[in-house]
């Protein structure tokens, strides 16, 4: 049903600390300057990457914004980039100053640091069995060794829930399998087009928390058969330009946009 994550937004309030950090420390290139100095856009990942958390979705069209108008963007939204293995190790070397907290999942490491604004952002270090040919730092001979590594495409985000078996229950019904549970800590884990933890109000790894009203935007082959499945919405459904918006129960705002004719993407509907 959801073939695509195509927008992930967040909230800040100093649009100039929070591009410094995804610019610089990131390596992040801006689409186009600022509208009105309320928002910047940049596409983060490779295009044809397509799939689902390990695989790495991408470009996923990532946006900063000024709350001055809907959607806002989420608060303090814990979410995760992959990266290759060997990229890993340079990110964790770039990002060092920042005291990232370093976890081991078995197979995988990810580290966590925040941005100027709050937002919790884990980068995971997967083998994608493509022999870290998309991390220009790890060629011989790359004329610019400090250049930020590689990020292959967004794979988790978090979103804080009030009620835990509703908000699966929706999500669920858009397309979306539950992978994980939490034994100690209520939560749940999804697999779509890109993987979903559902939190009750807690603090996680790193102290990170759940966003709240998130925005995400999803593409879709059928819009209104999206909005249909994830029914009932607490509010109207709102036309965008490509697709359909609506608010689910926790204030979270999903975007379903069509898949241009060509496979590729639409514009971001707001």
Do not use: N
Not at 2 to 25: I, M, N, P, S
Not at 71 to 93: D, E, M, N
Not at 160 to 176: I, K, M, N, Q, S
Not at 227 to 253: F, M, Q, T
């Amino acid at each position: 049903m959801l073939t695509d994550v195509h927008r992930l937004g967040l909230e800040v309030k100093d649009l100039d600390a929070a591009r410094a950090f995804y610019e610089d420390r990131l390596g992040f290139v801006a689409d186009a300057e600022p509208e009105s100095g309320s928002r910047v856009a940049y596409r983060v990942g490779a295009p044809g990457r397509g799939g689902s958390s390990a695989a790495g979705a991408g470009p996923t069209r990532f946006v900063l914004r000024r709350p001055t108008d809907t959607p806002r963007g989420g608060v303090h939204t814990h979410y995760a980039f992959a990266t290759t293995t060997h990229a890993y190790k340079r990110w964790w070397q770039r990002l060092a100053d920042l005291d990232p907290v370093e976890v081991s999942f078995g197979a995988t490491d990810s580290l966590y640091v925040y941005d100027p604004a709050g937002h919790c952002v884990e980068i995971g270090g997967f083998d994608h069995g493509r022999a870290d040919a998309d991390d220009p730092g790890a060629r011989t001979g790359d004329p610019d060794p400090d250049a930020a590594p590689a990020l292959s495409g967004l794979f988790e985000v978090v979103l804080e829930v009030t009620d835990l078996p509703a908000a699966e229950a929706r999500y669920r019904r858009l397309g979306f399998e539950v992978v994980d549970r939490g034994a100690k800590r209520r939560r749940v884990r999804l697999s779509g087009p890109v993987d979903l933890e559902l939190w009750e109000p807690q603090l996680g790894i790193a102290d990170a928390r759940g966003g709240l009203h998130v925005d995400l935007a999803f593409i879709t082959d059928d819009p209104a058969t999206a909005v249909e499945a994830g029914a009932p919405w607490p509010g109207d459904v709102e036309s965008v330009s490509g697709g359909r918006r609506v608010v689910d129960g926790d204030g979270h705002v999903l975007t379903f946009l069509r898949a241009g004719d060509d496979g590729g993407r639409v514009g971001d509907g707001g």
